[in-house]
């Protein structure tokens, strides 16, 4: 009995190192390969017209709200952030350099490149912090039967809010544009990762928003970073909710597209559940209140039980355009979490994860799709969604297009009830026929 313990133990133990290794391979710091959308020999079908003249640079702004503590130089000047919590949040810029590139030409070229030209760096250049918000919980007082905010915390907090909806909102109007593009990372993810894998995500899908991070405290090393991360996840959440409602309070701001990747869903679908709670418990409609639109979770580090419970049991899907659901059961890192949580990670399912009554659920709500994908790329299979060019197209097409999987202009394979396949070759040569996405100038 205690050799089959001290085996279990060792198991553990080799688990955890392999996921405290699983993001150790930086492939942020390169432009991902080019979508196979923009390789067809027949099609040239990035929107370089339709970009915002404003926007046609190999420099761009990537905004950013964290809840990390900062890394600092002597000075006291801002360098990073780091894994360490804050319990405040800040706001701030950070400019990327598409690097090894002359102009926007060459950048678009390299766009539709299907070899190895295409791996250009994103160089950061320099990061400002604007504003930094009072720590939370933001101190209260009795005022008969409740709990409130005490004034003068309350307008320090909303003088920093303000600030934040004023630089969004600035850069919106000088852009032309109404809608916001989120980007949360995943489990052992440092700031940089999360500014590089939405640079790639936002440029391959036509600079049509306003990108934004949001970078919660991973990146925790050790054989136990996992469970830190998972935990600093949970310590996140009522910041990111509080992003997200002031997000939705901007009037210059219309839709909020949200892309999450691995434990970054956990994070992410936490806050907007509590969101969706709150808007129906005051009468309003969840996706008019929060603005959301398309909800892309790709290889989701999430229970299917829990997810079942919490989200589906929630009737989430209503408060969004889509849900599309990227998953592949070969994903290696998913393989690892189902080992310590017992039970089928979402981003690991296949065809038969769920019961009949499940997937026609899933089916009803019209919105909600689970998308299997064909060939894993990555570190253990688990960052596909940036660095497998047909995820890429399908996640492109997604934004571009606000179609649904099985249409004309997404071309995905049906694999069962609310189910797809989606292929190496995907979305295959015809679709420049039916599709000219470059659209008119701008």
């Keep these: 009995m205690k050799g089959l313990q001290y085996a279990k133990k060792m198991a553990l133990g080799v688990v955890m190192l392999c996921l405290a290794a699983c993001a150790g391979f930086n492939t942020t710091e390169i432009l991902a390969p080019a979508p196979n959308l923009y390789t067809f020999e027949t099609g040239d079908l990035y929107p370089a017209r339709k970009v915002p003249k404003g926007l046609r640079r190999i420099t761009t702004e990537i905004l950013y709200v964290t809840d990390r503590k900062p890394d600092r130089a002597e000075d006291g000047a801002i360098t990073s952030y780091g894994s360490s919590r804050s319990d405040s949040m800040a706001f701030g810029v950070s400019l990327v350099e598409y690097g090894d590139l002359q102009d926007w030409g060459d950048l678009i070229e390299r766009t539709h490149s299907d070899d190895n030209r295409g791996l250009t760096r994103l160089d950061p250049v320099y990061m400002q912090e604007i504003a930094r918000f009072p720590e939370t919980p933001l101190p209260i007082e009795r005022q008969g039967r409740r709990l409130v905010v005490r004034d003068e915390a309350q307008r320090a907090y909303d003088q920093r809010r303000d600030v934040m909806a004023s630089e969004i909102g600035k850069r919106l109007r000088t852009h032309g544009l109404d809608r916001v593009m989120v980007y949360i990372h995943g489990f052992n993810n440092d700031f940089n990762d999360g500014i590089g894998a939405l640079a790639n995500i936002w440029h391959y899908s036509g600079r049509q928003s306003l990108p934004m991070v949001y970078s919660w405290p991973a990146g925790n090393t050790g054989p136990l970073a996992y469970f830190r991360d998972v935990e600093s996840g949970e310590f996140s959440v009522f ?16 839709t909020i597209d949200i892309v999450a990747h691995s434990r970054g869903n956990v994070v992410i679908t936490s806050a907007l559940r509590e969101l969706l709670i709150e808007a129906r418990a005051s009468g309003q409609v969840p996706k008019q209140a929060l603005k959301t639109g398309i909800l892309v979770m790709a290889a989701p580090d999430l229970d ?53 009554a499940q997937i026609q659920n899933a089916a009803r709500t019209g919105t909600v799709h689970y998308i299997l994908v064909e060939d894993s790329r990555g570190e253990l299979g688990h960052s596909y969604f940036r660095e497998n060019p047909a995820v890429m197209s399908d996640i492109v097409l997604a934004l571009r297009t606000r179609q649904l999987p099985g249409t004309e202009f997404r071309p995905l394979e049906p694999a069962g009830v ?3 396949a989606l292929h190496q070759n995907y979305p295959g040569e015809e679709l420049p026929e039916i599709l000219d996405l470059s659209g008119p100038e701008r």
């Design 418 to 420: 609310a189910t797809w």
């Design 304 to 356: 299917i039980g829990v997810t079942q419970q919490r989200l589906v049991a929630e009737r989430f899907a209503e408060a969004f355009e889509q849900v599309s659901i990227y998953a592949n059961p070969d994903d290696s890192a998913l393989a690892l979490s189902k080992v310590i949580g017992k039970t089928t990670r979402l981003g690991g399912i296949d065809a038969d994860s769920f019961t009949d």
């Design 239 to 254: 910041h990111v909710k509080e992003y997200l409602r002031m997000l939705a309070s901007i009037p210059e701001v219309k």
